[in-house]
């Protein structure tokens, strides 16, 4: 499917909410049903949605990944598209469905469709529907991190800047290693979490280094690994999606903050 700009009439949407969305930061999947719904979408959030796989498949249990992947795709299908709020699990479904069921004759042509209407949240608004009109302020300075997925897989880099500098009052300032990885990668930081531990301070230092206020991201997993370094580093930088600066749902308390709840 091409990047094409929508058509007048109202696609119909599917919100795959992600599991760290879902379990621990709510308000990003809110925040993306709102912009969606102001962009003139019919968005749908199937409850039988489930993981999309990726731990499964990073760990080589391809068995499970593939009845996952099966799950998701008939959870979705029916939908013109799916949009995503993660960088990391809309590349699962782009990029990762078709090669994990590509043996298979049921599925195989069913995960290659499903994985061209599939679009990390920021791209389908910018490269898609085309939907620039926010109604918010955000007096901050912000800095913004590139989620590794979401830039190296999903080439996203543009979209949400262009799509923050939309918003009165926000600046932006670059870190000068914004698109080096936070050092999360899903079971990377278990499996060798001294490697982790480094690559984060690296990247709380470039943060530090804008004097911003605030860091913006697309990808949950990198920001609440992010938060939790410049928690446990008493660093005071705000930690925030970008669906909730989009949305104007900046209100309660950022990714990381001990009076959160986990939400």
């Known amino acids: 499917m091409s990047d094409q700009p929508l058509s007048s009439a109202s696609p119909r949407v ?3 909410v992600t599991c760290l969305v879902d379990l621990m930061r709510p308000s990003v999947g809110f925040a993306a049903i709102k912009l969606l719904t102001a962009a003139g979408c019919d968005v749908s959030v199937p409850d039988s949605q489930t993981c999309c ?28 598209y799916v949009v995503v709020p993660s960088g990391s699990c809309a590349g699962t479904i782009k990029h990762h469905y078709p090669e ?7 599925w195989s042509g ?7 209407r ?13 939907f620039e009109k926010f109604n918010t302020e955000f007096q901050r300075t912000t800095t913004y991190h590139d989620g590794c997925s979401g830039l190296r897989e999903m080439a996203i880099k ?8 939309k918003i009165p009052g926000l600046e932006l300032r670059e870190g000068e290693q914004a698109e080096t990885c936070c050092g999360f ?46 928690s446990r580093r008493k660093e005071d930088v705000e930690v925030r999606h970008v669906a ?20």
Not at 100 to 106: N, P, R, S
């Open 185 to 230: 990668g899903g079971l990377f930081c278990v499996k060798y979490p001294d490697i982790s531990e480094s690559m984060v301070d690296d990247k709380v230092n470039d943060i530090l280094a804008t004097q911003a206020d605030v860091l913006l991201g697309g990808d949950l997993g990198c920001l609440m690994n992010i938060a939790g370094r410049l």
């Open 14 to 16: 599917g919100l795959f």
């Open 110 to 116: 069913r995960a290659k469709a499903l994985a061209e």
């Open 158 to 165: 543009d979209q949400p800047r262009n799509l923050i500098g």
């Open 100 to 106: 994990i069921l590509a043996e298979d004759v049921v």
């Open 118 to 130: 599939t679009f990390e949240l920021t791209s389908f608004l910018h490269d898609i529907i085309k």
């Open 53 to 80: 796989g990726q731990p499964a498949y990073n760990s080589g249990d391809n068995l499970d990944a593939a009845d996952i992947a099966k799950q998701v795709i008939a959870a979705f299908e029916n939908f013109d």
């Open 244 to 263: 909730e600066v989009l949305a104007d749902m900046t209100d309660g308390p950022a990714i990381g903050d001990p009076d959160s709840g986990g939400h």
